[in-house]
């Protein structure tokens, strides 16, 4: 059955107000997932329209989360897999991030978060590089954090902390023969691109597939993970409630 708009707004707000502010994650985690099989879908020759669909989704989902004032957010929008793919099929996307890192300064203004770019920025062809930095400078607004995953990889983010906490051991000057034993959980904490921040609570993916794929592998340890059907550029702010009332209803083990 097709729900008319009113019967949707009630039942967002019926979702909203039986959300406990004390049950909200301090971290969300999403992978944007289901670009290109959207466009198939929708039958589209390519799929430009498809990745502009989905960052607009983007500048909505950040609202929604800024609504719950949700601490910190985390957006893998490209891997570093993703960089292996044709030309004919990252150009086109490429140059929808470009516009969409130049609209951020204007959506962290009206919002009111800070912006980081994490991942293997030196992959990045030119113009994105330089989109990412002039974004990250006209985006501080304090408030709450969101992070871009951009040209990201779990697996990456892990040798490039140990790299890190390994520089800042010899630097201290920590001889070669003692390194191994000054290297544990709290430093390389400290190294990763989300240095500082709190590890997510709860990790949504969406287009049905049911794997992170190496996203944030090492903070989202104890994450709860909720997994949606519709692709990113489909998602809705009902699917997003219902996340969060899938995560408020969880008992949180932490491995224990």
Not at 160 to 188: F, K, N, Q, W, Y
Not at 212 to 237: I, K, M, N, T
Request: net charge negative; with cysteine.
């Amino acid at each position: 059955m097709k729900w008319s708009k009113p019967l949707y707004n009630l039942y967002e707000r019926r979702l909203v107000l039986n959300l406990p502010s004390e049950s909200l994650p301090s971290h969300i985690g999403v992978i944007l997932d289901g670009h290109r099989r959207f466009a198939r879908q929708e039958g589209h020759a390519e799929y430009t329209a498809s990745y502009r669909i989905g960052m607009a989704k983007l500048g909505e989902f950040l609202g929604w989360c800024a609504q719950l004032e949700v601490p910190v957010i985390t957006a893998w929008v490209l891997s570093t897999d993703n960089l292996r793919r044709p030309s004919e099929e990252l150009d086109p996307y490429f140059a929808v991030l470009v516009d969409l890192l130049a609209d951020l300064p204007r959506l962290a203004s009206r919002l009111g978060f800070s912006l980081q770019v994490i991942g293997s920025i030196d992959l990045l062809p030119g113009p994105l590089a330089t989109a990412v930095k002039e974004a990250e400078r006209g985006s501080q607004f304090g408030g709450w954090q969101f992070n871009l995953a951009l040209g990201y990889g779990g697996r990456q983010e892990i040798v490039d902390a140990c790299r890190s906490l390994i520089v800042e051991l010899v630097t201290d000057g920590v001889a070669p023969e003692h390194l191994a034993e000054h290297i544990d959980t709290a430093g390389l904490s400290h190294h990763l691109y989300t240095g500082g921040l709190p590890d997510p609570d709860l990790v949504i993916r969406t287009s049905g597939e049911s794997r992170l794929s190496g996203f944030l592998l090492w903070q989202a340890a104890y994450a709860e993970c909720v997994f949606v059907d519709p692709y990113w550029p489909e998602f809705r702010h009902v699917d997003f409630l219902r996340a969060l009332r899938d995560f408020a209803r969880r008992e949180r083990r932490f491995g224990k």
